[in-house]
């Protein structure tokens, strides 16, 4: 037999691609199948980036119209520092909204601290809002660049305007991580809605002011310390430059470059603080079991004996600790504060704005069964008659009382000192009351005519699939019943007030008072023999999803 000789094949090394372009590809493919997972998701995100785009060259056509007018520095400058105020406290309220804003998934990879932090860098760049803040950087410095020097300044700024934004909204995310992805850090999200809701009424308000002759020159001191801070002072540079001064915008660039490079270097500190140091968010857990049992104690000895205390204790337990309920709430105090004292300031607005509080939070007394989802059926136990659903439900009801008539009281007063129409107080205080005492008694009515599910698995949906004509049932039918409930009350304010019997209008406070109770008083009537013989039919709508 021959030998046969083999020769050793020899195969080139393939290149190894370098970490950044790894990253780029893998969040290029967290975004390709994150899209991929519902066709309302992908839609969702078209939409997304359709608005986006719209929104982006309404952008730079205004500040190309703004070219040569006295307020484009002011506009662009406040412009670019209100979009990186965006860009940091952003990760704070949606922790969730980006996948690659966690670094802690990368704590068990051998990856050393810089190319990591230049790969992370790179990998941010990719997405809408960069994009955005592309589009919004180059139009502000658009509407300020004149000449060479400021089309060079141009050049510069815009590409540090964006990647500082970016570098500041990791390292915030960096440095917080551990925080965010807690279950205290997952209710700050909840503040997103307060933010959002204080935020439009101040641009409303805002918006108003400005539009008023000579309003701009207003924000000329705001804008001269702003021009400073970066990333502003880079088109602040720009400005600087077109107008000759060349030190001013050296430093304003130079000034935004070292913050960049801080930023980088304290992202970059907060990422290996993370790999090399445990989570020491347990650590205290034993102290603060024993916290919140010494509180459980101070809250029930401040609430009534008996199935009242108990059931109330757990109302107002859910309203702080179950993140639906919290952010319902957070949502309904807010709005029921701003809607009226904003239209109090603006001097637009009226005493009767104060009831808008009462709406708000009378709303919260909807779906009370949902709030407690497939949970119910523990309380479900204890209702085997039309007393203890009547029990239930008053109980229920009190524990809505005890923050619901304290805030709107609030509001209405705010609200009058505000317009400065104490003459007013008592009917707008009795109305607010009436209001409120309806609102609770459609709610429980509600509650046990169309209770539909609240699903736990998603924090943006409110109503399981099949049951969103139940939600709009209940809630559009008792805003519709309750100012109705109220008409006997309201007549009496028209009538009051065109027969020049102001004296009497304070009769409206303890008429109010008293006949809230009584429709409060009624709901419950009307709704605990409903909810004693609907039952299991509750429990399964409940339960639903």
């Not at 068990?108 to 790969?119: F, S």
């Not at 909840?190 to 924000?219: C, D, E, H, K, W």
């Amino acid at each position: 037999m021959s030998a046969v000789t083999t020769t050793p094949t020899t195969t080139a090394a393939s290149p190894v691609p370098s970490l950044t372009s790894v990253f780029v590809r893998l969040k290029l493919s967290l975004l390709r199948n994150g899209l991929r997972q519902s066709g309302g998701r992908t839609a969702a995100y078209i939409v997304s980036i359709v608005f986006g785009l719209v929104f982006a060259a309404g952008m730079v056509l205004s500040f190309v119209l703004l070219r040569g007018s006295a307020d484009a520095d002011t506009i662009a400058v406040l412009m670019t520092g209100l979009t990186a105020l965006t860009w940091a406290v952003m990760p704070l309220f949606v922790p969730g909204g980006d996948e690659t804003l966690d670094p802690s998934r990368l704590v068990m990879l051998p990856l050393r601290p810089r190319p990591l932090i230049r790969a992370l860098f790179v990998a941010s760049l990719v997405g809408v809002g960069p994009v955005l803040t592309l589009f919004l950087a180059f139009g502000a410095a658009l509407s300020v660049a004149h000449g060479a020097a400021g089309t060079v300044a141009a050049v510069v700024a815009v590409p540090l305007t964006v990647a500082l934004c970016v570098a500041l909204s990791r390292a915030v995310a960096a440095a917080n991580i551990r925080l965010l992805t807690s279950r205290k850090g997952r209710d700050l999200a909840l503040l997103s809605g307060l933010v959002i809701a204080v935020g439009m009424q101040l641009v409303n308000f805002g918006a108003q002011r400005l539009s008023r002759p000579g309003g701009l020159t207003a924000l000329e001191p705001v804008a001269a310390v702003v021009d400073w801070l970066p990333p502003a002072a880079a088109i602040g540079a720009v400005d600087a430059a077109s107008e000759g001064d060349h030190v001013s915008a050296a430093v304003r660039l130079l000034l935004t470059a070292g913050v960049l490079v801080a930023l980088m270097y304290w992202w970059q500190r907060s990422l290996v603080r993370l790999m090399v140091e445990p989570d020491g968010s347990t650590i205290s857990a034993a102290s603060d079991a024993r916290e919140k049992s010494a509180g459980t104690g101070r809250l029930a000895r401040m609430l009534p004996a008996g199935r009242d205390g108990a059931v109330m204790e757990r109302s107002l337990r859910y309203m702080w600790r179950d993140p639906k309920t919290k952010a319902s709430w957070v949502t309904s105090l807010a709005l029921g504060l701003i809607v009226p004292l904003f239209n109090a300031f603006q001097g637009t607005g009226s005493i009767y704005w104060a009831c808008f509080a009462s709406g708000m939070l009378g709303m919260l007394m909807y779906n009370q069964f949902g709030q407690d989802s497939s949970a119910f059926w523990m309380v479900a136990q204890t209702i085997s008659t039309t007393a203890d659903a009547y029990a239930e439900l008053r109980a229920r009801a009190l524990a809505l009382l005890a923050v619901t008539l304290p805030y709107a009281t609030l509001v209405t007063v705010l609200t009058t000192a505000v317009l400065d129409d104490w003459s007013r107080l008592a009917e707008a205080m009795g109305l607010a009351f009436a209001l409120l005492g309806a609102m609770l008694a459609t709610g429980t009515v509600a509650s046990a005519l169309f209770p539909y599910s609240i699903p736990q698995d998603s924090g943006y949906k409110n109503v399981a699939p099949g049951q969103a004509g139940l939600a709009w049932i209940s809630i559009l039918g008792g805003m519709l019943t309750a100012p109705l409930l109220c008409a006997p009350l309201i007549g009496g304010t028209v009538y009051l007030h065109l027969s020049d019997k102001q004296s009497l209008l304070w009769l409206l406070f303890p008429a109010g008072t008293l006949y809230g109770a009584l429709l409060m008083w009624a709901g419950l009537k009307v709704a605990a023999p409903r909810t004693a013989k609907r039952l299991p039919e509750i429990l399964a709508a409940v339960s639903k999803g």
